[in-house]
């Protein structure tokens, strides 16, 4: 059964820590006692024997022996191999809970769409849930030790009112090797949906294809389980970890003795608990023991999932949205909001809530009376990014306003035209002739002169366009000068 604990910590209060600590189903002290009572017989058991057993120069060799051991323990990564392996077990955990289907959904969807008042009606409503809910049974037994005992055969399913006889050995008489049969009952879900759109029990296509989709649903999350179960963490990785935790401690047991000799560390007191061996045991071996708990949250353990609770809770639940309380709704009444001088109601010893409201909702930076001057900013007026208190290297602004320089093959046309390249143009003509993309920050405020037949400007600059097409005849001469003499 899984350990409730919310109500502890319900507040943070300065006894919620001895709250948690005297827990003792599913605590840590429960997990750690068993292991920590056989490491602490091992530890005097070389402990006496070392001091009683041993002579002298054992004495010496067992000193050496414990002093390299503990010296070299820090080459065991067992922290860092813990921690991920906790991590990718507590992240299936977590998947395998959100995942954990319950039947409200499916049978809210029925009861909706199978809106009948007839006796057929209603025994096709209770049939599908049962199938939904049979289905889960049927896998929980393959998956949960705990369904196993309480249903070790199909008879136990059919005596406690999942399964009719008949149906069962129709479930029987269903080969599908390789394979399991637990699609047998939602399949018998759907015909049924499928039979009751036929009739008219279910009117619109829409209707039906959203009971379909919600049977299917519950169908992929019991998947989901199946796939979790069957294919775990690769088992490699389990092993090196535990194995990695287990072997750290029984070198603990040498290398943490307390020596007589004169090779012991200066600040070496001979104490007769090793109290701070033992508080690594529990902190170690307890975070390990979390691991072994979450690697099968279907298990037997105090915080396995109450798999057998939840095969009750969605079989009476089912039955009772789709049969017990079909169609069914209180008579209305104008209810007690619709005062328009209600005020929320509390008890005297509730805890008044607190209002929600922004951060910056009660800054008052003017009062309602000021008058405030607003002023109209120009886009293209406005400082650059780099120029507002940056430390950063600042980078030239650029206008909002059209370019209208453009470069064709050979020369440098008017600024009306569009802006073209010609790849096949030299590289030695693209250096020379290429022009800024953007003005500069001393143009950004200027206005665009009106450009003659031969002449445009452009910042400070007047260009020539006979000046750009002579200019681009040199530069592919010279170009093709330099490749003639290459």
Known sequence: MTVNYQLDVSSGNPLLFLKLLSRWRG???????????VWLVFFYAVHFTYLYVLPKDWQLIFDKISIHMDDRMKYLPLTFMLGFFVTTVFERWRSALNVMPFIESV??????????????????????????????????????????????????VVDAGFMEPEERDELEAVCCNPGQNYWVPINWANSLALDAHQRKLIDQPTAFNNLILAIKEFRVSMETLIKFDSIPIPIAYPQVVFLAVRVYFTICIVSRQFLISDLKSKTQMDWPVPIMSILEFIFVIGWMKVAEVLLNPLGEDDDDFEVNW??????????????????????????????????????????????????????????PDDAVKIVRVNPEDAPPTSER???????????LRN??????SNNIESPSQERKFNLSMPATMLSKSKQPDRPGLETLNEENEPASNNHFRRGDRIYSSDSGKSKGRQSSEESEKGKNQV
């Open 310 to 367: 939840i095969i009750d809770k969605n079989i009476s639940t089912g039955m009772a949205i789709v049969d017990n309380t079909h169609g069914y709704h209180p008579n209305l009444v104008n209810d007690k909001f619709a005062d328009p001088d209600y005020l929320p109601a509390y008890s005297e010893k509730s805890q008044l809530p607190r209002t929600l409201t922004g951060s910056a909702a009660k800054v008052e930076l003017a009062s």
């Open 389 to 399: 208190g940056s430390i950063f290297t600042k980078r030239n602004a650029f206008s």
């Open 107 to 156: 049978a809210l969807s029925v009861a909706v769409l199978l809106p009948g008042k007839g006796e057929e009606d209603r025994l096709t409503r209770r049939a599908i849930v049962r199938y939904v809910v049979l289905h889960q049974v049927l896998v929980f037994r393959d998956i949960s030790m705990r369904v196993r005992r309480r249903f070790p055969t199909l008879q136990y």
């Open 403 to 408: 370019r209208t320089i453009s470069i064709s």
């Open 27 to 37: 605590s840590i002290w429960k997990s750690v006692a068993g292991d920590l009572a």
